[in-house]
């Protein structure tokens, strides 16, 4: 450790003998040795905006400094407080190398500069990634550094790494995300509803800022127990819903669960619809009004109710919503009421590229079990949506060969669109039964 601390002493005082030989303003020159011991250790990848100092105070006398990039890419952007912001851009489609130099000045004019090299990686565009997409963005990361979005991964706690605190209110976890058990994801200080019973083996969804601290990649502080099993983001949806101009709607409905903030037209027992708007995710700044909603519980909607709605959206001067039209679906079945949406605009004998799960109701047994072949054949409906059945085409697992009308199911499988008809391929499984009462 002596050994270090000399060495680093001596390599201040050969830059700073340097800076000397530049001028004969000795604070200036320690100005400029302090800045460069400031900085020398910033990690090279720039991954997203941060502030650098604007001045250096030597004994009383402050050295403003001028900040320059050799990149148009780079904004050097002042601030109020004597910071200033290196502004990057984080969407570039290619990496950028670039020479950041700060330019310090004393009273006389006297400058001296001093350059650091960085660069800025080529865009991580996560939107549309798979969970193991995501893990493998957070593996490429360079100790120190972050993704720059909060991500959202579906995973199962292998490890409880600090148990949870009553005092913080919070716990460190670690999950495994897919079958990925060489590439662990910690949950750093996870705090969230439920979060206090959190178990080795239950299956959880969690949203945060993925980063590489010392060579453990984590979800950072401040990260959020979404929710029990897995939970799909829908900002994605939430946001192209806002990029929709006036007069503009969605070209297929959708589906998403939301909190209602709102009663804006109440129950009518004569048109059998209410209007309420509800705010997804969260995202109180982009709500979404439910226009004429109908379906099983609707008239029992308050604020605070959390509601699952089925429909086309469209932007209606100005009013983001769900047209007239929309239904209620359960608030757990809307990420399988989506998936049946995208199964249904396969073309004839295509596939969807990954393997999917969803959960519905069996409304038919269309070939019974089969004790030679271990296999049954089924069709679900999602939601209570009748349009969007879907068969389960020779389906095997535990408790197939007790499958009645009724029962609800989950099944995983290839989801493809055979000759017209919606199905999970031969080979698709019964993850989980809830016999019918």
């Known amino acids: 450790m002596k050994k270090f601390l000399a060495m680093l002493m001596l390599l201040a005082m050969c830059f700073s003998c340097a800076a ?81 130099t700060a330019t310090l000045s004393n009273a006389a004019g006297e ?24 893990v493998a963005a957070a593996y490429s990361l360079e100790a120190g550094l972050a993704l720059e979005d909060t991500q959202r991964l579906y995973g199962t706690v292998t490890k409880i790494d600090t148990p949870w605190s009553d005092e913080y209110k919070n716990i460190t976890v670690t999950i495994q995300v897919g079958e990925l058990a060489d590439q662990p994801i910690q949950c750093y200080r996870l705090t969230g509803e439920g979060a206090e019973n959190l178990q080795v083996g239950d299956a959880i969804t969690v949203e945060g800022i993925l980063k590489n601290y010392k060579g453990t990649i984590e979800f950072d502080k401040g990260c959020v127990l979404v929710g029990y099993g897995e939970i799909v983001s829908q900002k994605a949806i939430v946001d192209a819903a806002y990029a929709l101009e006036s007069g503009v709607a969605m070209t297929a409905p959708t589906a998403l669960v939301g909190e209602v903030v709102s009663i804006d037209s109440a129950w009518s027992d004569e048109y059998q619809n209410i209007t309420v708007t509800i705010v997804c995710d969260g995202l109180t700044e982009q709500p979404i009004q439910c226009y004429r909603l109908s379906g099983e519980g609707a008239q029992a909607l308050e604020v605070g109710s959390v509601v ?46 990954d393997a999917s799960t969803m959960t519905g109701v069996i409304t038919s047994i269309d070939t019974a079990w089969s004790d030679e072949y271990k296999n049954i054949t089924v069709t679900i409906v999602p939601g209570g949506l009748t349009d969007y059945a879907v068969q389960c085409y020779r389906l095997s697992g535990e408790g ?38």
């Open 400 to 437: 197939a060969e007790t499958l009645a009308v009724g029962d609800t199911i989950t099944v995983s499988g290839t989801i493809k669109n055979y000759k017209g008809t919606i199905e999970f391929d031969k080979g698709c499984t019964l993850d989980a039964v809830v016999k019918a009462e």
């Open 20 to 100: 000397m030989a530049e001028t004969t303003d000795e604070d200036l020159a320690a100005a400029k040795t302090y800045l460069f011991m400031m900085y020398k250790d910033l990690p090279e990848t720039t991954m997203s905006d941060y502030e650098v100092v604007g001045v250096i105070n030597i004994g009383g006398i402050e050295f403003p400094i001028t900040w320059t990039a050799d990149s148009d890419t780079i904004k050097i952007v002042p601030q109020d407080n004597k910071m200033v912001t290196i502004d990057v851009d984080e969407k570039n489609p290619e990496e950028v190398t670039y020479t950041l």
């Open 111 to 134: 400058t001296l500069s001093v350059s650091f090299a960085h660069k800025v990686p080529a865009a991580m565009i996560l939107e549309g990634m798979s969970y193991e997409e995501i």
């Open 308 to 353: 699952g709605v089925y429909g086309t959206i469209k932007n209606y001067k100005g009013t983001v919503e769900f047209d007239k039209g929309c239904v209620t679906v359960p608030a757990d079945s809307v990420a399988s009421v989506r998936l049946a949406v995208s199964a249904y605009a396969l073309e004839a004998g295509l596939s969807m590229n």
